[in-house]
């Protein structure tokens, strides 16, 4: 499994600085910014910007490719922060320390919302202008994206197949199997449930997890009962918020997708193989903590 330990093996040489140092500093710049170091820009060295920067490697001369480039770039660290925090949530949750569990939460769905707003970056392109470089991206599709892979699977999106194009990958196919076996963010949701004391029946907590979670009425009756609690200490029914929070977001995501598909590509198949538009729309059927949804019906 993706480790949830951010630092890296060779970090970055970043001095650490007290308050009382910072105010000294402030007092002998007379309040401008430091201009003098006697290594690397202290700014780099933490974020690796010059890192970053290098990284946009367009294939063609078009100048719009280097956005599609970049924004995917961007997409892709939104999806690995995401996963980061729902991580974070299921070590909160198998400690049973629900009130915890609700800051990353809804710092995953802030992060979605950022991802949403990624979108934006593309609305300029029209079928001519993706053409001008889509045929020297070759096969290449978001479709093959790892991390989104790990983003779906932590949200009990579950499909064997889809890890099958990471198989020569050794170091991803192994992250991803493990995910795929692993618990889901809303199996440990369950779980949670189940220790609360509402009834969750015994083939939903013990299952396959490489298969997607099939909705329960049992389950929902859980959530029923969580809701009627208005109470200012049910944290539960702040979980099943924040965790709704996080699934229409996630859902937007995939409208979003879909919109821009219709915009640069029409129906066109898709560079990955798949009917494109249609393959995505049909995908969207899939919900996200499903439970929670159909719960409000009988609320």
């Excluded at 949701?189 to 997607?212: C, F, K, Q």
């Excluded at 944290?235 to 937007?252: I, K, N, Y």
């Excluded at 979003?256 to 969207?284: D, F, N, P």
């Amino acid at each position: 499994m993706e480790s949830t330990d951010l630092r890296a093996a060779d970090p970055a040489p970043v001095r650490p600085a007290t308050a009382a140092e910072r105010e000294a500093r402030a007092a002998a710049n007379g309040g401008d910014p430091t201009l003098e170091f006697d290594n690397l820009v202290p700014y780099d060295a933490y974020v690796r910007a010059s890192d970053l920067h290098r990284l946009q490697r367009t294939v063609t001369s078009d100048p719009g490719e280097m956005s599609f480039l970049m924004i995917s770039q961007i997409m892709e660290l939104y999806f690995k922060l995401t996963c980061f925090e729902l991580r974070e949530t299921q070590r909160l949750l198998r400690a049973d320390d629900v009130w915890g569990a609700l800051a990353p939460l809804r710092r995953a769905a802030l992060d979605l919302e950022g991802l949403n707003a990624a979108w934006r970056g593309l609305r300029w392109m029209t079928p001519i202008d993706f053409n001008r470089f889509r045929d020297q991206l070759g096969e290449g599709s978001g479709f093959q994206s790892a991390m989104y892979r790990h983003l779906e699977f932590l949200l009990g999106l579950r499909n064997a197949a889809l890890i099958r194009p990471f198989r020569r990958t050794s170091t991803e196919y192994a992250e991803l199997v493990d995910t795929l076996a692993a618990p889901s963010v809303w199996d440990d949701v369950l779980a949670l449930l189940a220790r609360r004391g509402h009834h969750v029946p015994d083939e939903v907590l013990h299952r396959d997890y490489s298969r997607e979670h099939e909705p329960s009425q049992a389950v929902e009756r859980a959530w029923l009962a969580v809701y009627a609690d208005e109470g200012p200490d049910n944290h539960l029914r702040l979980l099943g918020e924040a965790l709704a929070e996080v699934a229409e977001q996630f859902g937007d995501w995939r409208y979003h997708h879909v919109k821009a598909v219709q915009r640069t590509m029409g129906a066109k198949v898709g560079s990955g193989g798949s009917a494109g538009l249609t393959w995505l729309q049909r995908s969207m059927a899939r919900v996200v903590f499903p439970e929670l949804w159909s719960a409000r019906t009988g609320m």
